[in-house]
T-cell receptor
């Protein structure tokens, strides 16, 4: 079974600075997808960024980028120019390349952006 | 568009009671899923459906039933509520398996079983 580990339960960063959230996963699959989801206090789950394992290029979405290291099974999220609105829980998630809908989540990292 | 709508938003049940959590989407998505979120554990998949009439078990299916009679609706039934089922429940939908298409989540149902 696939497992996802987020080793940082809580992190904080000053507004406008950069922070990196860590995620590692365990799988024997070669084709899969990785995600970072944001959950603000409203409880809504919001997709931040997605990476397809067969793509070597790291995904970027505006201030959000990932460092995908397939051999090391590592998938970290970098948030640049942190904003107060980035305060949220962040979940790393894994899904193998198959027809089923089985997405596995890490336990989450609570990020606080300080003014 | 309403997206994914879950009802109710909050519910308190007594041990042994049954209830149905409703989930509806208006995006004509084939794929729908139910997750539960517990403190310190992230989201865990309960059941999922790849289309009308097709459902399957996820990681933590015990104590829950689902059905998918229409593309739009995917209700989750608690057969006999237990305190261990106290959690926040999320429904999600996507036009393809979530790896290939973005999953849209409802706003969650906070369920307390006393």
């Amino acid at each position: 079974a696939q497992t996802v580990t987020q080793s940082q339960p809580e992190m904080s960063v000053q507004e406008a600075e950069t922070v990196t959230l860590s995620c590692t996963y365990d799988t024997s699959e070669n084709n899969y997808y990785l995600f970072w989801y944001k959950q603000p206090p409203s409880r809504q789950m919001i997709l931040v960024i997605r990476q397809e394992a067969y793509k070597q290029q790291n995904a970027t979405e505006n201030r959000f980028s990932v460092n995908f290291q397939k051999a090391a099974k590592s998938f970290s999220l970098k948030i640049s120019d942190s904003q107060l609105g980035d305060t949220a829980m962040y979940f790393c998630a894994f899904m193998k390349h198959s027809r089923d809908n089985d997405m596995r989540f890490g336990a989450g990292t609570r990020l606080t952006v300080k003014p | 568009n309403a997206g994914v709508t879950q009802t109710p938003k909050f519910q308190v049940l007594k041990t042994g009671q049954s209830m149905t959590l409703q989930c509806a989407q208006d995006m004509n998505h084939e794929y729908m899923s139910w997750y539960r979120q517990d403190p310190g554990m992230g989201l865990r998949l309960i059941h999922y459906s790849v289309g009308a009439g097709i459902t399957d078990q996820g990681e933590v299916p015990n104590g829950y039933n689902v059905s998918r009679s229409t593309t739009e609706d995917f209700p989750l039934r608690l057969l006999s509520a237990a305190p261990s089922q106290t959690s926040v429940y999320f429904c999600a939908s996507s036009y393809s398996p979530q790896g290939r298409g973005e999953a849209f989540f409802g706003q969650g149902t906070r369920l307390t079983v006393v």
